[in-house]
């Protein structure tokens, strides 16, 4: 057997290798105005905006930053995206981008939608994550209260019941299935309801294999230690732990309340502190891997080469059915795509829905994207590279 080329995030030609010339001029153009930061602004404001006004924008939206980042409007589309992906051995992690409205029918109904995604993923080894926010299922102010420990009336006991109930149906399928469930992680004042119940669905149902995967946010401070103590948890009481490590998705917001709320911040000092903490974390699951899973969810180069590295060093397939990588899909094609080639088990983050409804995820995508430093210039600085070496 040849020897394989060592792992490098720098091949372009492998990174877009899915992507049309017109594809690649298009990323481009946008990638460049994601970079201004005041036109990210005038569009979060101005799009809602435009939506409820009833203006023609859906077509233009439709056609520049959703085509980037999500996979279709519907799980036809999306699937069809996967099609794409699994040609270049690119793994799915489906997501219903739509931000749930609050109340029971509401949350009720988004229930269905999971069930089909997770059916129609059955038997495709191309799609094997479905991702869930208990925010989608559960009123915020609920999480919240409960987050404080505060004492649950009867009727909010009841209602909660439901919340479980509804999550336990979507588990129980993708057990079903052998599909992966990420439960997403939430802000830090709603975050404890959600680790109680994915620690009581992971008891449940990552007995023999891994199912249920909890989401440790490693820009907390705290949250290497919780990692460990989830670990710990899982070995008393006779589960597998699922461990998605993502840096994080709130900081400004959590910041802000902190200071406002006079209590101390949950989130790192610095940037170094977060990559510290993640790679510590990457490490720690790379040595259990026999008692959980992990899904390396990020779109640092250092730590997805971190990962890959320690299999290699522990003498394991890169396929280890126990080690997943994943990207947002629209992003870091120069991870995802040089992963595959090389052999690792990596996905990306496919969010679907109407272009409406998934509206408040783009938008944070922009200002993610605006506010992750170097991100934009990384982004634009591949494409062009790629775009060059085609005589673009």
């Known amino acids: 057997m040849e020897k394989q080329q060592p792992l490098s995030f720098e091949n372009t030609a492998i990174a877009f290798e899915s992507r049309t010339d017109k594809a690649l001029k298009k990323a481009d153009f946008l990638f460049s105005n994601i970079g201004k930061p005041w036109l990210v602004k005038l569009g979060a404001a101005l799009t809602p905006l435009a939506f409820k006004m009833h203006l023609p924008i859906k077509g233009l939206i439709k056609t520049t930053i959703f085509d980037q980042f999500c996979g279709g409007e519907n799980l036809e589309e999306a699937a069809r995206t996967a099609e794409t992906l699994d040609k270049y051995h690119v793994g799915v992690a489906l997501d219903y981008g739509v931000e749930a409205m609050e109340g029971e029918e509401n949350y009720d109904h988004a229930v269905p939608e999971f069930i089909r995604a997770i059916e129609y993923a059955g038997n495709k080894a191309s799609i094997p994550f479905i991702a869930i926010k208990v925010t989608g299922f559960a009123r ?8 404080a420990g505060e004492t649950l ?5 009841a209602e909660f019941d439901r919340v479980t109930k509804r999550i336990q149906t979507i588990a129980a399928t993708a057990a079903k299935y052998s599909k992966g469930l990420l439960i997403d992680a939430e802000e830090s004042w709603l975050q404890q309801p959600v680790d109680d119940l994915a620690d009581m669905l992971m008891a449940q149902f990552n007995k023999e294999n891994v199912i249920i995967f909890n989401t440790f946010q490693l820009y907390r401070h705290d949250r290497l230690e919780f990692l460990k103590a989830s670990f710990l ?13 993502v840096r994080g998705a709130y900081m400004e917001k959590e910041r802000k309340r902190a200071e406002e709320m006079g209590y101390p911040s949950p989130i790192q000092p610095n940037k170094a502190a977060t990559d510290a903490d993640y790679n510590a974390a990457v490490a720690f699951c790379m040595q259990h891997l026999d008692q959980l899973a992990v899904f390396i969810g990020t ?13 290699e060093q522990q003498n394991l397939p890169h396929q280890h059915p126990h080690v997943s990588f994943s990207q947002l899909y629209g992003m870091s094609d120069n991870i995802t795509f040089n992963l595959a080639h090389a052999g690792y088990r990596v996905s990306k983050y496919l969010p679907y829905g109407p272009v409406k ?36």
């Open 140 to 147: 915020i102010s609920l999480l919240e209260k409960m987050h």
């Open 153 to 157: 009336s009867a009727e909010e006991k």
């Open 233 to 245: 948890k899982a070995q008393q009481q006779g589960y597998l732990l699922g461990a998605k490590l």
């Open 299 to 311: 779109h640092n180069e250092d730590s997805s080469m971190l990962g890959a590295r320690l299999l």
């Open 357 to 392: 409804d998934v509206m408040p995820y783009l938008i944070r995508r922009a200002q993610e994207n605006t506010s992750i430093s170097g991100q934009m210039g990384r982004e634009l600085g591949l494409l062009r590279r790629e775009m060059k070496r085609r005589g673009l």
